[in-house]
């Protein structure tokens, strides 16, 4: 008996499928080589590579995912393709511009199709470590983690990929002319949205999404870095580029899905003018945010003073209808965008690095101007947070009723005007202290007063009298 009559004798039989010795050892041998070669991609190779490339941990479970699903799908091909195994699942039967059509589904379309999504695992691994890595070359200090940038990279990413992999798996079955529903918008005919227009405006919405991270994120980095662009700049070039990459993904989005651009601007059209009217403030900030943007007339990081003590706060987000300001307390509050241009707001980071407060304070009639000046000056000087170019000084404001009134001004960094409060805070506890150490006086209102008949008044009171 010669080697290939010895393996082709049967060794078991499952209904109609028979298997002998060479399917067995073929099987034995692709499954055991694909396990090994998976076996030294993620004990061999994987580590070196995550020793010699810097990897976010979020990116490490996702190669190993990727590596065992591609050894399990190459074990199961092989063992379908030794095995001739191959029928048919399912078959649906539909019409499409006087054609019939069919979908079907096979065992191999099934294999087919997890061989796409491995291989868009791998795409997807690879195009997220190449960002990862790019960020991590260029990252500025003070800019979002490796890990945080890694999340963000892989929630753009992963739908592209995915979205393509599911697009040629319903080409490869034959379901991308499937009708899924039908509209009508302003026109005489009904617009028909098939599975292939609806995974097409997806994956433009998703691509559009994926530019604009690549471009605000990377592309943009660069020359923001070279050109020293400060944030608040930084966040409305952003802001800007996301709004019309927006715009223009949504009208592709309509146009690839089947609509008709005429029809829907029309329908629109008719619907603003009814709506127009109610939510008119709405389109008002609306439209202030986008002035906003442009004028960088309050950016994002800026002071601003609303009105009130309570009504200081930090820009944090510049938004299409309102922004978000945290006061001093740590509240946000919501402004909205007309508000930061109809009415009198005060930004204080606008004008130069630094800004000039004041604190007033009255004397006793009697006391020393000059060292009252002096101890003003040595107090302001003393505290840390006031800077000494332009230096303090003392203002001698007027001759009150029962004081004399100085005003001490002082210059403090755009970093400390959040803490201006605290600030004045500090100096009035230094005058204080000052003033007490050299027996400074500081006066409580008070009035003389003089009475024109003294005695007329003392004689028309009986207790008086019966004194006398």
């Known amino acids: 008996m010669d080697f290939t009559q010895y393996t082709s004798q049967e060794l078991f039989t499952i209904g109609k499928l028979t298997v002998d010795l060479g399917q067995l050892l073929k099987i034995v041998g692709a499954v055991g080589g694909f396990s090994l070669l998976g076996y030294l991609l993620l004990k061999w190779l994987l580590p070196r590579f995550y020793n010699r490339e810097h990897i976010s941990s979020e990116l490490h479970p996702r190669a190993k995912r990727v590596i065992l699903s591609g050894v399990i799908v190459f074990s199961i091909i092989a063992i379908l393709r ?140 660069g020359y923001y870095r070279r050109a020293k662009v400060d944030q608040g700049s930084q966040y409305a070039l952003d802001r800007l580029l996301t709004y019309f990459a927006y715009l223009i993904g949504i009208l592709l989005v309509l146009q690839t899905a089947g609509f008709s651009l005429i029809g829907i601007w029309t329908g629109a059209a008719a619907l603003l003018v009814g709506i127009g009217i109610g939510l008119q403030q709405t389109f008002n900030d609306l439209i202030c945010g986008i002035i906003i943007l442009f004028e960088r007339s309050v950016k994002v990081g800026d002071v601003l003073d609303m009105g009130g003590p309570d009504q200081v706060g930090t820009v944090r987000k510049i938004g299409a209808r309102t922004s978000q300001v945290a006061t001093r307390d740590n509240i946000l509050l919501y402004v909205p965008n007309s508000k930061l241009i109809g009415e009198s707001v005060v930004n204080w980071s606008q004008a130069s690095n630094r800004t000039r407060f004041h604190v007033g304070v009255g004397v006793a009639y ?51 005007l959040e803490r201006v409060e605290d600030i004045r805070s500090d100096l009035r506890f230094l005058i204080d202290s000052a003033f007490r150490s050299h027996g400074v006086e500081i006066p409580f209102p008070q009035r003389d007063i003089w009475l024109k008949n003294p005695v007329k008044i003392a004689e028309s009171r009986p207790e008086v009298r019966e004194e006398e």
């Open 366 to 416: 009697g006391s020393d101007t000059s060292l009252v000046k002096k101890l003003l000056l040595d107090a302001a000087e003393t505290h840390g947070q006031v800077i000494r170019n332009p230096k303090p000084f003392v203002r001698f404001l007027e001759f009150g009723d029962s004081s004399l009134n100085f005003d001490l001004l002082f210059f403090v960094k755009r970093n400390d």
């Open 82 to 221: 030794v095995l001739d195994l191959d029928f048919l699942l399912f078959q649906y039967e539909h019409e499409f511009e006087d054609d019939t059509r069919f979908l079907r589904i096979r065992i191999s379309t099934i294999m087919k199709a997890a061989l796409i999504l491995v291989f868009a695992g791998l795409v997807d691994w690879f195009i997220e470590e190449f960002l990862v890595q790019w960020y991590h070359r260029n990252r500025v200090k003070g800019a979002a983690s490796e890990e945080d940038m890694a999340k963000r990279v892989s929630g753009s990413v992963r739908p592209v990929v995915y979205t393509l992999a599911i697009m040629v798996i319903a080409g490869d079955v034959g379901a991308t002319n499937l009708a899924l529903f039908k509209l009508g918008l302003g026109t005489d005919h009904e617009t028909v949205v098939f599975i292939q227009n609806f995974l097409s405006a997806a994956l433009v919405l998703f691509i559009v999404r994926l530019a604009i991270l690549v471009a605000t994120r990377f592309a943009l980095a």
